[in-house]
């Protein structure tokens, strides 16, 4: 499997932006469909975002659309989460995730980092 490490997470105030990263190593990236997923306390984990192996497809949460852009760049086995227009109920755990089908990293991922924390203060 791929292995996922995501960072750029921190603490922001509402209106605020942040760039999620996720660098994958241990498989040809570019043979997988990604994602993005978020757990706030006490909810369950919930997709955010995800973009096709070329990055030319996207698909996104109604609650994040015109406010989060997810992207890649094959060359450096990376891809990004910008996020603007924070609110507190971004508040959550982000998680990046990884499959060889667009259908399942919508879904049910194969692969998943160990999280980012992204706190939106009020």
């Known amino acids: 499997q791929v292995q996922l490490v995501e960072s750029g997470g921190g603490l922001v105030q509402t209106g605020g932006s942040l760039r999620l990263s996720c660098a994958a190593s241990?498989?040809?990236?570019?043979?997988?469909?990604m994602g993005w997923f978020r757990q706030a306390p006490g909810k369950e984990r919930e997709f955010v975002a995800a973009?096709?192996?070329?990055?030319?497809?996207?698909y996104y949460a109604d609650f994040v659309k015109g406010r989060f852009t997810i992207s890649r760049d094959n060359a450096k086995n990376t891809m990004y989460l910008q996020m603007n227009s924070l609110k507190p109920e971004d508040t959550a755990v982000y998680y990046c995730?990884?499959?060889?089908?667009?259908?399942?990293?919508?879904?049910?991922?194969?692969?998943w980092g160990q999280g980012t924390q992204v706190t939106v203060s009020s």
């Open positions: 241990g498989r040809t990236f570019s043979n997988y469909a």
């Open positions: 973009v096709n192996w070329a990055g030319n497809t996207r």
């Open positions: 995730a990884a499959d060889q089908s667009y259908t399942a990293v919508v879904r049910t991922p194969g692969s």
